[in-house]
C-alpha cells in the first residue's frame, strides 16, 4: 500500500490523482491489506474476538514503526502490536486501524554474560536457545516459551521461578520504544523512568517497545524435576507455603489435575536445577509430606521448553479459550479454591488449572497489579471450549467475570491475559492507587490514544476515523 484515503479510511495501492488520498512514508518493510493478513491480524489464540484491522505492516526497521505511529496520530488511526497473538480476548487487536506484525523485527543484537539485547519481536525460545550454549539463561521463564519478547514485557512473564526472582517485567535493563506520539526513546530505571515503569506491564498503552535489554544468569544443565501428590487443594497449598518460605526448589509451581473420575488430583511441581550434583530427594522433600512422589531428571532446555510442542496441537484445533488467570491474596486463597472447587469440574477447567505461589517484594513493576501481603497465588483457568461452542465460551466468559468480581472483594487482582468484559470503569478498578499515574502517562505518552484499543482501559478514540 503506498496510499491512505482519509475519506473512507482506505489504504490504497496507487495514489489516484485529484484524489483526497494521501501518500505513505516510505517504509523499509510493507505494509499490506490481503486477507490473509487481515483475518491472522483479527484472531488470536482465544478466538474469542474478531477485530479487523485495515491494514497490517510488516515492518522493515525501527523507523516504520516510527513512520507508522506519526502517521497513525496524524490521521487518528488505531494501532496495535501482535507479537506472537497468543492473547486470548482480541488484546492485540485494532478494529479498523492497523496491526504491526512484529515477527519482522526479531533480531538478537547482543549476548554478555550479564545481559541480552533484542528485539521486541523475538521469541523466548529462539533466545534460550542461543544463551544456553554459553550457559546462561533468564532468571524466570513463561511455561511457555513461543511468546514474543515484547508481548510478555506488556503483561508480567510469571513462571515457576518467580518466587525467587519476580517475573520477566523485574527482571528488564532497558526498553527502546516508540510511545504513542511517536518518539523513539530508550529509557531505564535511572533514564526516562516515568516511561520505563509506564511501559513494563503496561499492556501496550503508552508505547510500543521495539527492543529489550533482559537479565542473562548462569544456567544449569540439569532439571530434577518432583511430582508430588496431595489428596486435598489445601494440602497442596500448605506444601507450597512451606517450600516457598525456606526456598528448597528453584521452581515451584502446581497444578489442579483432573482425574479419571470427573474430579480433581491436587500436584505440587517443584524443580531442582544442578550441573554436577543432582539434589539431596530427603532434604527436598522433607517437611511437605506429599502421598504420590514422582521424580525425573532432564536437562534443562527440555524442561524450559516442555509444553511448547503441547501448545502447537491445541493452537491447532482453534478451540475457544476463555480464560481467567487471577492473583489471589495468601489469607484468601485456601477459602477461594475451596469454594471454587464445589463447582468447577474438569470440564470447566478445560484442561490446564495451576495455583502456585509467589512473593510480592519481588514484583517492583507498578503496572503489575498483586494483592496486599508478602505472599499471593496464581490460579489460572486456561480453559479450552472442546469442541468449539459459542454458548459453552459465553457461559465460561460469565463465569469469569463472576468469579473476578470474588476474586476483587478477597482483595485479590488480576493477571491481564484473559477473557473478562472489563469496561473501563473495571480498569479503574483494576489499578486502583495507580489510576492516576496511568492516565498522567497515557496523556504524556500517547495522548491521541492510537495505541492498543483492544485492551479496552480508555473509551475508543472518540474521533471519526480519518479525522486529525
Ligand atoms: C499457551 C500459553 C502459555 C502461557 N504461559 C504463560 C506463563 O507461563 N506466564 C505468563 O506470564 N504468561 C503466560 N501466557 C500469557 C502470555 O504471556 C501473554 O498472553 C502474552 O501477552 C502473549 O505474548 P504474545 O507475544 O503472544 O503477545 P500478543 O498476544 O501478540 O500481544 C499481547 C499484548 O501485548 C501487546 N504487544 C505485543 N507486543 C508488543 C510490543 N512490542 N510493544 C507494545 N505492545 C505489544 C499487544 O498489542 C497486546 O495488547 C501464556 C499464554 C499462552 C497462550
Redesign the pocket.
Known amino acids: 500500500m503506498v496510499a491512505f484515503d482519509p475519506a473512507d479510511s482506505r489504504w490504497l495501492s496507487s495514489l489516484p490523482e485529484n484524489s483526497t488520498a494521501i501518500q505513505l512514508p516510505h517504509l523499509d518493510g510493507e505494509l499490506v491489506t490481503d486477507e490473509d493478513a487481515l483475518t491472522e491480524a483479527a484472531t488470536?489464540?482465544g478466538h474469542l474476538v474478531h477485530d479487523r484491522p485495515r491494514a497490517v505492516l510488516r515492518p522493515g526497521s525501527v523507523a516504520d514503526v516510527v513512520t507508522l505511529v506519526r502517521f497513525a496520530n496524524e490521521h487518528g488511526i488505531v494501532v496495535?502490536?501482535?507479537?506472537?497473538?497468543?492473547?486470548?480476548f482480541g488484546?492485540?487487536q485494532a478494529e479498523s486501524g492497523v496491526v504491526i506484525d512484529?515477527r519482522t523485527l526479531a533480531t538478537v543484537h547482543e549476548i554478555t554474560p550479564g545481559h541480552a539485547v533484542v528485539d521486541?519481536?523475538v521469541q523466548w525460545l529462539d533466545l534460550v536457545r542461543i544463551t544456553l550454549k554459553d550457559g546462561i539463561a533468564p532468571p524466570v521463564s513463561?511455561?511457555?516459551l513461543?511468546?514474543?519478547v515484547?508481548?510478555?514485557l506488556?503483561?508480567?512473564?510469571?513462571?515457576g521461578a518467580s518466587q525467587h526472582h519476580g517475573?520477566?517485567v523485574d527482571n528488564t535493563l532497558e526498553l527502546q520504544?516508540v510511545t504513542g506520539d511517536g518518539r523513539l526513546v530508550t529509557c531505564s530505571a535511572d533514564h526516562e523512568p516515568e516511561l520505563f515503569e509506564a511501559v513494563l506491564g503496561g499492556?501496550?498503552q503508552f508505547?510500543?517497545?521495539?527492543r529489550a535489554t533482559v537479565r542473562l544468569v548462569p544456567a544449569p544443565t540439569m532439571a530434577r524435576v518432583y511430582t508430588l501428590t496431595y489428596p486435598r487443594v489445601t494440602d497442596l497449598t500448605a506444601a507450597q507455603r512451606t517450600a516457598l518460605a525456606d526456598g528448597r526448589f528453584d521452581y515451584l509451581e502446581g497444578q489442579l489435575v483432573p482425574t479419571d473420575d470427573d474430579d480433581f488430583a491436587f500436584v505440587l511441581e517443584g524443580g531442582s536445577w544442578y550441573t554436577a550434583q543432582p539434589p539431596d530427594d530427603e532434604a527436598v522433600l522433607a517437611g511437605i509430606e506429599p502421598t504420590g512422589v514422582d521424580v525425573v531428571d532432564v536437562p534443562y532446555f527440555e524442561w524450559l521448553n516442555r509444553?511448547y510442542e503441547t501448545?502447537e496441537q491445541?493452537e491447532a484445533l482453534r478451540l475457544p479459550?476463555p480464560w481467567l488467570n487471577a492473583f489471589l491474596p495468601d489469607a484468601a486463597t485456601d477459602e477461594i479454591v475451596t469454594e471454587l472447587l464445589t463447582t468447577l469440574t474438569p470440564a470447566d477447567a478445560g484442561g490446564v488449572a495451576l495455583l502456585y505461589p509467589a512473593r510480592s517484594s519481588l514484583i517492583t513493576r507498578p503496572q503489575v497489579r498483586v494483592p496486599a501481603g508478602e505472599v499471593f497465588f496464581l490460579l489460572a483457568l486456561?480453559r479450552a471450549v472442546s469442541p468449539p461452542d459459542d454458548a459453552e465460551a459465553e457461559r465460561l466468559i460469565a463465569d469469569n467475570d463472576a468469579l473476578y468480581a470474588r476474586v476483587l472483594a478477597a482483595g485479590g487482582t488480576q493477571?491481564p491475559?484473559n477473557a473478562l468484559r472489563l469496561t473501563p470503569a473495571g480498569w479503574r478498578t483494576h489499578y486502583g492507587d495507580r489510576w492516576p499515574a496511568v492516565l498522567r502517562a497515557k496523556g504524556r505518552f500517547d495522548p491521541r490514544g492510537v495505541l492498543?484499543p483492544?485492551?479496552g482501559i480508555f473509551e475508543p478514540l472518540s474521533r471519526a476515523p480519518g479525522t486529525p
Open positions: 488470536d489464540y496495535a502490536v501482535r507479537g506472537q497473538g497468543h492473547s486470548t488484546q492485540a512484529s521486541a519481536g513463561t511455561d511457555y513461543g511468546l514474543s515484547g508481548g510478555t506488556c503483561v508480567g512473564g510469571i513462571g517475573m520477566l520504544v499492556l501496550g508505547a510500543i517497545i521495539v509444553i501448545v491445541i479459550g486456561l493477571y491475559v492498543t483492544g485492551q
